[in-house]
């Protein structure tokens, strides 16, 4: 089980915040164009952040920062729509699905089949909310049926999975160096 001390949350959730600031959509702060980290980031707070209030927080943070970046695009019409409150499930989903992690979570190799389970699984249902949401919700499709939504699926999906994979096996690097090193400086005080 995965369990950080309160100084390791806080140096988390400063990180998942900063990481969101420069990744989600081309705004102020993009850097050079970053692949959107917002799954990953709702991903990892589930699993290292274990106040509930983390969620909410997170989510301010990324209607503030499509508010602030669509108001100045003029492309608020498009995007911020009725179907943007499916949002809201979406994001909650790969935040449950980390916590859901964070519980089964051990220190060794064969956390990879649950880690990758709780993933794909949440990025799953979390794109099928999303993408159904807007699909059926945004009022910007005139027909709607279950073949177009499962086409929005096939077309969104992966493009959606491969920074989710790629920044949250970054995080598990730092997460199992850091755990090397706690166990280097406790052994070398024996």
Not at 91 to 98: D, E, I, P, R
Request: charged fraction near 10%; hydrophobic fraction near 50%; proline fraction near 4%.
């Amino acid at each position: 089980m995965i369990n950080l001390s309160s100084r390791a949350q806080l140096l988390a959730g400063l990180g998942l915040i900063l990481l969101l600031a420069l990744t989600r959509g081309h705004h102020f702060a993009s850097v050079e164009h970053l692949p959107s980290a917002s799954w990953a980031v709702f991903f990892l707070a589930g699993v290292f952040l274990r106040p509930l209030w983390s969620f909410p927080l997170l989510f301010l943070e990324a209607v503030l920062l499509d508010l602030s970046y669509y108001g100045w695009s003029g492309a608020e019409a498009h995007c911020i729509t009725p179907a943007y409150g499916m949002l809201v499930p979406a994001y909650a989903t790969l935040w449950y699905a980390g916590r859901r992690y964070a519980r089964l979570h051990r220190d060794r190799i064969a956390t990879l089949g649950p880690l990758l389970l709780c993933l794909l699984t949440g990025a799953f249902v979390s794109n099928l909310l999303s993408s159904g949401g807007y699909y059926y919700l945004s009022g910007n499709f005139e027909t709607t049926s279950l073949a177009g939504l499962w086409g929005r699926i096939e077309q969104y999906l992966p493009g959606k999975l491969v920074p989710l994979l790629a920044y949250t096996g970054f995080a598990a690097m730092l997460y199992t160096l850091s755990r090397q090193f706690k166990t280097y400086q406790e052994l070398s005080r024996t």
